[in-house]
T-cell receptor, first 114, second 112 residues
Framework: SAVISQKPSRDICQRGTSLTIQCQVDSQVTMMFWYRQQPGQSLTLIAT?????????ESGFVIDKFPISRPNLTFSTLTVSNMSPEDSSIYLCSALGGEGTAQYFGPGTRLTVL | DAKTTQPPSMDCAEGRAANLPCNHS???????VYWYRQIHSQGPQYIIHGLKNNETNEMASLIITEDRKSSTLILPHATLRDTAVYYCIVRARGGATNKLIFGTGTLLAVQP
């Protein structure tokens, strides 16, 4: 199984600022994803991070608000831009290996925006 | 939208088997059934997946009906640490549909 780490594990930020979350996988993976989990809710897929090209965003999420990078097969970043209190959530990185493997999740980044 | 239906909550006595049902009546022939769980404040944990045959691993067993329209996750001897939200998800194995879409899941409360 892939081991996924995220940094920071939590942060408290001021309104209007931006935060970049890092995701590191211990092995090369084919696909990486970013999810959001708002308080008391299930997980919502934000985007698929594509290696070497622009991320693919789900409906309701845009690149200007959630820019994503994936420079190689083991690393990705998600930036939450111009934050507001509504962005307070847990942000989770996820990775999928090759055919026949399961998709694994990082521990999440708990973000609080004041 | 999630393609599965699960009860919002269930209770189970510690040491007994926990049987978590899931309906997926619109499942396609190339879609697998995946189960994950999320213990409070942690990332989702992969449990098991299957296509049409029953599957078993060290964590659980997955029973899929012959018509594949429903399945049951079985935790054979539930412990307090199994208290979590359990998600049943259907997903095709390859291509652009390689996305896990989470529903609301079942909150399993294991009682002492």
């Amino acid at each position: 199984s892939a081991v996924i780490s995220q940094k920071p594990s939590r942060d408290i930020c001021q309104r209007g600022t931006s935060l970049t979350i890092q995701c590191q996988v211990d092995s090369q993976v084919t696909m990486m994803f970013w999810y959001r989990q708002q308080p008391g809710q299930s997980l919502t897929l934000i985007a698929t991070a594509n290696q070497g090209s622009e991320a693919t965003y789900e409906s309701g999420f845009v690149i200007d608000k959630f820019p994503i990078s994936r420079p190689n097969l083991t690393f990705s970043t998600l930036t939450v831009s111009n934050m507001s209190p509504e962005d307070s959530s847990i942000y989770l990185c996820s990775a999928l290996g090759g055919e026949g493997t399961a998709q694994y999740f990082g521990p999440g980044t708990r973000l609080t925006v004041l | 939208d999630a393609k599965t239906t699960q009860p919002p909550s269930m209770d189970c006595a510690e040491g007994r088997a926990a049987n978590l049902p899931c309906n997926h009546s619109t499942i396609s022939g190339n879609e697998y059934v995946y189960w994950y769980r999320q213990i409070h404040s942690q990332g989702p944990q992969y449990i098991i997946h299957g296509l049409k045959n029953n599957e078993t691993n060290e964590m659980a067993s997955l029973i899929i009906t012959e018509d594949r329209k429903s399945s049951t996750l079985i935790l054979p001897h539930a412990t307090l640490r199994d208290t979590a939200v359990y998600y049943c998800i259907v997903r095709a194995r390859g291509g652009a549909t390689n996305k896990l879409i989470f529903g609301t899941g079942t909150l399993l409360a294991v009682q002492p």
